[in-house]
């Protein structure tokens, strides 16, 4: 079947962001929103630390030319799960690289659809494994918790699904079009999808703190899950997307 919305070609290909930062666009998937299958492209990040080892942000479905691309790089050591509906592809990955450890987000080993096995959960502190170089935040809610990431030397800011920006012209529906303007993931305001937003009604302050520490880092950029990511002015649409709580 053909995809819904237009990926971002090149696919499963490490695209440069910064020094030792890069993407990695991946194919669509369907997910389950509000009773319907929604088309969601996908995006890993990956950073290579100052000893040289790969540190890879929500792993997108196995590929046997993005992992040689991916090796080429340094050693996959760390796979990250960011939040409680990020981590699909995760065991692939770890079974591929069973010296790789797996940190996943608070209360993902409960939600988790599948068989997941975490060497660590994450936390609002950064581990001392990459202590220094990347920071991080955790956001909790009912619907989702998530934790979030800045590496310093690149000043980019890792967000999973706590902003989504869809752009219109890249979705082959006109359903899909009105359920994402609905959801206010519409670029060029992409946000929290409403849903979200009201599954946080317990956890404002605690969400508001964490994007007052994210604005805090003065993030030059800010990498998406889905959809068009922030190449520049990182704060100022901190602040846009994140008006329902601020």
Partial sequence: MDAIYQGYAPLNVPKPVADDIWIVDGPEI??????????FPTRMTAIRLKDGSLWLHSPIALDEDLIAALEALGPIRFLI???TLHYWYVPEWKARFPEAAVYGAPGLARAAKRPLALDHIL????PEAWAGEIDQVLVPGNLLTEVDFFHRASSTLILTDLIENFELDRMHSRFYKLAMRWAG????DGRTPIDMQFSFLG?????R???QQMIAWAPERIILA?????????VAELKRAFRWVL
């Fill in 81 to 83: 799960a960011p939040n």
């Fill in 226 to 234: 889905h959809g068009r990511w922030y190449e520049k002015d990182g």
């Fill in 209 to 211: 703190k964490a994007v």
């Fill in 30 to 39: 369907k997910f389950n929103y509000l009773g319907l299958h929604m088309p």
């Fill in 123 to 126: 936390g609002g502190e950064a």
């Fill in 203 to 207: 956890y404002r302050d605690k969400v």
């Fill in 185 to 188: 993931t519409a670029d060029p």
